[in-house]
């Protein structure tokens, strides 16, 4: 057994969801000492994903979990969750004293209030970070903020719980639930939306590499962005060079059917797949 798991307060964790966020979630609360006792995985992807981030955990229902968890872990899609809560609270299956933690960045705790009424203890505690659900997400937790809101009463729960997995738990209060996901949301989508299509106009030049082109450029100006906010900026936009901007390409998706331009804001998430 290991010194993890002989620490105090050690729990049985339940996760319902094995998507890149759920199985992963799941692999650093086991890290931490902590025993998974099951795991709901639906498709073949997340079936393969438990198996390698939660070896020799079972497959099991999602009211199995309930039923033998302390800690149940909600990592599905954000509009699946409030009908996977009252599915289960109708049912019976909600416990007196159980932890109930969801992942999604766009709700707070007032989703889990079929749970709450059956006695369960709800916190939300949405992981600021982008997975690809392969192990090498677990060292990007150190440090990755955990946007945590909880009861007064037991927030300190949902905060050891975020520094057990390395991260930082950052309060965000219910009413702001909606903004900060929005926030996140704004910034990773247009970021990765933007470094797409400047990998485009750059690969139409022939360039065999194009990400060691941008790569160096597009790190400095995002540290840039983080610590100074738009005066960050640079270049031609920053100098009012109207020439300059003048030759840019008028429409970066150009090549690719379908494709949007920066222009068009693309949609926030809270549309991951069906396993989250």
Do not use: K
């Amino acid at each position: 057994m290991s010194e993890a798991a002989n620490r105090p307060g050690r729990l049985g964790v339940g996760v319902i969801g094995a998507g890149r966020v759920g199985a992963v979630l799941g692999a650093a609360l086991r890290a931490a000492g902590h025993g998974v006792v099951g795991v709901a995985a639906v498709s073949e992807a997340s079936r393969e994903r438990a198996e390698l981030l939660l070896p020799e955990v079972p497959i099991l229902t999602p009211q199995q979990i309930v039923e033998r968890a302390e800690l149940v872990l909600l990592a599905v899609p954000d509009d699946q969750l409030a009908d996977l809560v009252s599915g289960l609270a109708a049912t019976g299956h909600w416990q007196a004293g159980q932890l109930v933690a969801h992942t999604a960045g766009r709700w707070g705790v007032e989703v889990l209030e079929p749970a709450r009424q059956a006695g369960a203890i709800g916190l939300a505690i949405h992981p600021s970070m982008t997975f690809t659900g392969l192990s090498l997400d677990l060292p990007r937790l150190s440090g990755c903020a955990f946007g945590v809101t909880a009861p007064a009463a037991v927030l300190p729960i949902a905060q050891a719980l975020v520094m057990e997995m390395g991260g930082e738990p950052v309060v965000i209060a219910e009413a702001d639930r909606p903004i900060y996901h929005a926030a996140l949301a704004h910034g990773a989508n247009h970021l990765t939306t933007i470094t797409g299509q400047a990998l485009q106009l750059l690969g139409e030049l022939g360039l065999e590499q194009p990400e060691r082109v941008l790569g160096p450029l597009a790190r400095a100006t995002l540290d840039n962005a983080l610590s100074a906010g738009e005066s960050a900026l640079t270049g031609p936009v920053a100098r009012g060079d109207a020439g300059n901007r003048g030759r840019a390409p008028p429409d970066p998706g150009r090549a690719r059917p379908g494709h949007r331009s920066a222009g068009h804001r693309p949609g926030l998430p809270g549309a991951r797949g069906p396993d989250g």
